[in-house]
């Protein structure tokens, strides 16, 4: 894409905007991820966050937190996350928010609750004014676009009965609620947008495929139309909605399609047979969330997830424990999930936090398993519980090493983002933004690209992308950050030795697994293993592949093969 060359020159320049417009249009591409590669040849030293660009992506990573849906992430970090003002209908202000006041204060309006909100721009005034009276008609959801008395872009927020705050402090169910980067799920969004704006069902259409990551070419190809037809709605979209570049609307789109999954309350489903999302407090105060699978007398198993998962396990785990007389207990890492952040982020404070975990649950003896990159972290707890853990098994594990040859692009990104934490911060905010079932699908389908084996696992099972779908969004309920932490710690944990080991260590891995290959784990590990099991029919996706049987394996202590 254009952008990658564009974005690397201003990179080294230090203007950080363009490579930021560069990761909104490729978060939703998986196919192309590749292409960041060129576009973060930034200096090794160049990790911290460029002042200019500071205020912008902090507003990203705001939106990121709006866009978590009910029951991620902090019950009580929604409120002040959310960008709110209660208005009555005639725009009293009933109650504000600290992030609302950011947000209107001083340039776009004067905020003082028991008074009239006062927008400076009168073009502002009458837009609310006929926004608050369409919601309180429709009882739906109005998106409106505030002007900025400046040059810069317009605020987009939605205005809706107070009644769709679900959990809110604020609610008041005789108010108007005002929300800034607004969320609403993806089914409605896009109707509430050709409401709000006027765009005909062709102009929409391109709209979502723009908002895809596809190319204006592209776009035209798959709607069946010609450039020029696709070039002429464009022009009509951006008049519409008061924007003039293309990467302002796929921002714009992104971020009222992400945050509107807060405004209303998901409908009742038929009930998981996954346990509930617990938690303890740990020494300092953070809180550390976890499940807890099987029965809480079986012979403990503490699971490390990996780099983009949480601590919801493959379907039938539970039934599984049950049957293998396992506890199984699957923490989610600091800043992934539910999980506090850490401050001080490292393989031997995770492993910390774990051992803490162990007292509080009274897991006497655990074994301990690492799943891809949980496989350093399981083998630090190792060094710390001494003879305390029974065992330790390694599921397509990645060692902090860097390999000498890297062999699939994602490896060489993987590489580029750990020198880069801001950009990783908020490639995944953006990314959590854009989430949606079909782009799980389509980061999967690029995983299992690079090896046969995962090729034909991933056309046999289908099925495994809802799971994909819901860990992968539990992992990003606040955004990147967590995920910018661990690869810090990655690249600050190439020196690890493993002294101190007293548990044997088991290693299981694919031998077509191109993304994290058995030979650079078996090399890291060196003579602690007690055991290697080459799956020779798998990649990098046996975890999936084998999971029951390398559940049962660990269940029966044996050391008959898994494949």
């Keep these: 894409m254009a952008h990658v ?12 905007r363009l490579l930021v417009e560069t990761l909104y249009a490729l978060a939703a591409h998986p196919e192309s991820w590749e292409q960041l590669i060129s576009a973060l040849e930034l200096p090794r030293s160049a990790t911290g966050l460029p002042e200019e660009v500071a205020a912008e992506l902090e507003g990203i990573h705001k939106v990121t937190a709006l866009a978590r849906r009910q029951g991620e992430g902090p019950p009580e970090g929604q409120a002040k996350d959310v960008g709110l003002v209660l208005l009555s209908p005639s725009a009293v202000v009933l109650a504000c928010c600290a992030l609302a006041r950011g947000v209107l204060e001083p340039h776009l309006a004067s905020v003082a609750v028991g008074t009239r909100l006062q927008l400076h721009h009168p073009d502002n005034h009458e837009a609310l004014q006929r926004a608050l009276v369409e919601a309180k008609r429709s009882g739906q959801h109005a998106i409106l676009r505030l002007e900025r008395p400046t040059a810069g872009a317009p605020v987009f927020c939605y205005v809706a009965d ?14 108007l609620a005002l929300m800034f980067s607004a969320p609403e799920p993806e089914a409605q969004v896009w109707g509430a947008i050709g409401k709000s704006f006027g765009l005909t069902a062709a102009e929409l259409r391109l709209a ?3 908002r895809e990551g596809l190319a204006l070419s592209e776009a035209a190809e798959e709607l069946g139309v010609s450039v020029n037809t696709v070039r002429n709605q464009l022009r009509a979209i951006f008049d519409k909605m008061g ?44 809180r550390l969330a976890f499940r807890d699978y099987g029965p809480r007398s079986g012979r403990p198993l503490l699971i490390y997830h990996g780099g983009m998962s949480s601590s919801l396990m493959p379907p039938g785990t539970g039934v599984l424990a049950n049957a293998l007389n396992l506890r199984v207990v699957c923490a989610e890492r600091p800043g992934f999930g539910q999980s506090d952040r850490r401050a001080d982020y490292r393989f031997e404070t995770v492993a910390e936090d774990m051992e803490q975990l162990c007292d509080r649950l009274e897991l006497h003896r655990p074994a301990l398993c690492g799943v891809v990159s949980g496989a350093p972290f399981a083998l630090a707890t190792a060094q710390r519980m001494g003879d305390r853990a029974t065992g330790v098994y390694l599921l397509a594990g990645r060692p902090p090493r860097p390999v ?32 949606s079932p079909d782009l799980a699908r389509r980061l999967m389908k690029r995983l299992a690209s690079f090896s046969e084996a995962d090729r034909a696992y991933f056309d046999a099972h289908p099925e495994m992308i809802d799971f994909v779908f819901a860990y992968v ?11 910018a932490d661990e690869m810090t710690a990655f690249r600050r944990g190439q020196t690890m030795n493993l002294t101190g080991i007293r548990a ?10 191109r993304f994290s290959p058995m030979k650079d784990m078996v090399a890291f590990v060196g003579d602690h293993v007690s055991e290697v099991q080459p799956l020779f029919d798998s990649g990098h996706l046996a975890p999936f592949k084998y999971w029951r049987k390398m559940m049962e394996r660990i269940g029966e202590g044996a050391s008959h093969p898994i494949g």
């Design 504 to 513: 044997p260590v088991v290693i299981w891995h694919g031998v077509d697994d």
């Design 5 to 16: 060359g564009q974005a690397k020159r201003a990179g080294l320049e230090g203007d950080a």
């Design 404 to 435: 000498e040859q890297n062999l699939s692009p994602l490896s060489e990104l993987r590489a580029r983002f750990e020198s880069h934490p801001w950009v990783v911060e908020t490639f995944y905010a953006i990314l959590r933004m854009r989430l």
């Design 473 to 483: 969004t539990e992992c990003l309920a606040h955004g990147g950050r967590g995920i």
């Design 162 to 175: 107070s009644s769709a705050l679900a959990g809110s402090a604020l609610r008041n169910p005789a108010a």
């Design 208 to 210: 979502a495929k723009l």
């Design 243 to 286: 924007l003039k570049r293309q990467s302002d609307l796929i921002r714009t789109l992104t971020e009222l399609a992400a945050v509107g999954r807060s405004l209303v309350v998901p409908s009742a489903s038929s009930a998981s047979e996954d346990p509930p999302i617990r938690s303890v407090q740990l020494a300092d105060g953070r």
